[in-house]
């Protein structure tokens, strides 16, 4: 099966600085990557790359099937991006914002109403975008990308500014995901709360992914598999937390 995300020694250029300098990815369908690295290690450019706003200068970038190379918008009706901006407009309600949203991605209305009661919103759908807490305009975000039913999302730094109701909220989506065969990319600096989720976590250095840590959601999976097979996991060896280097 092709991954949802192909990456090979991918570069990105802010100006003359290498964002990127040679990311190797891929992902699949069911998985939660988590995207770790201090600030300006490039995190947030890969994500934009993904999403197609920004350019690949060099390098090989697949998303959702489509060479981002040659096409960097077709792919975007099956990927929805959560940033640091909601893009929503602050003189209309909560519902009109998300209606208005998913019928623009070509959704139906229901699609709305749905995304509106997963992220707890229902009583806040006739409040104006500009009267919302900074939580709630990440949950309406949030919505918006779940109206949308994308194959891929991306999240930067998604538990910003959220109340412990709305963390809750987010990471119930990131658990659902493997069920509703979307993957997900979340760039964060909350590892703890993260790597708890994620299935795999991606260390960015300097613009490199220098290497991949197996979280405990993966090693409970690989655990299973093992132990399901003809004579189990040798005894005296742990399942503990390994990395290994990018190529």
Do not use: W
């Not at 069911?30 to 947030?44: D, F, H, R």
């Not at 139906?108 to 992220?119: M, S, T």
């Not at 104006?128 to 999302?153: K, W």
């Not at 909350?190 to 090693?219: C, F, K, N, S, Y």
């Amino acid at each position: 099966m092709q991954p949802v995300v192909r990456l090979r020694s991918a570069v990105c250029l802010l100006g003359r600085f290498p964002a990127l300098a040679g990311v190797d990815l891929d992902v699949e369908s069911g998985e939660v990557i988590l995207l770790s690295g201090g600030n300006g290690a490039g995190k947030t450019t890969l994500l934009r790359l993904i999403a197609g706003l920004v350019r690949l200068h060099e390098g090989e970038a697949e998303v959702l099937g489509h060479d981002l190379a040659h096409d960097r918008s077709s792919h975007r009706h099956e990927l929805a991006f959560v940033g640091h901006e909601t893009f929503c407009y602050d003189d209309l309600t909560v519902r009109e914002n998300l209606v208005f949203a998913t019928r623009a991605a070509g959704a139906d209305v229901a699609a709305a109403d749905a995304a509106l009661e997963r992220v707890g919103l229902e009583r806040s759908a006739g409040v104006t975008h500009a009267r919302l807490s900074a939580g709630q305009r990440r949950r309406l975000a949030l919505a918006v990308a779940l109206s949308r039913d994308p194959r891929l999302l991306l999240l930067d730094e998604p538990h910003a500014g959220l109340d412990v109701e709305g963390r809750g909220v987010l990471d119930a989506v990131l658990q659902a995901s493997a069920s509703e065969n979307r993957a997900v990319l979340v760039a964060s600096h909350e590892l703890d709360r993260t790597r708890a989720l994620a299935t795999r976590e991606v260390v960015l250095t300097a613009g490199q992914a220098t290497g991949t840590i197996v979280t405990a959601t993966e090693r409970s999976e690989g655990a299973r598999r093992s132990n399901e097979r003809p004579g189990g996991r040798r005894p005296g060896i742990p399942a503990g937390e390994r990395v290994r280097p990018e190529r």
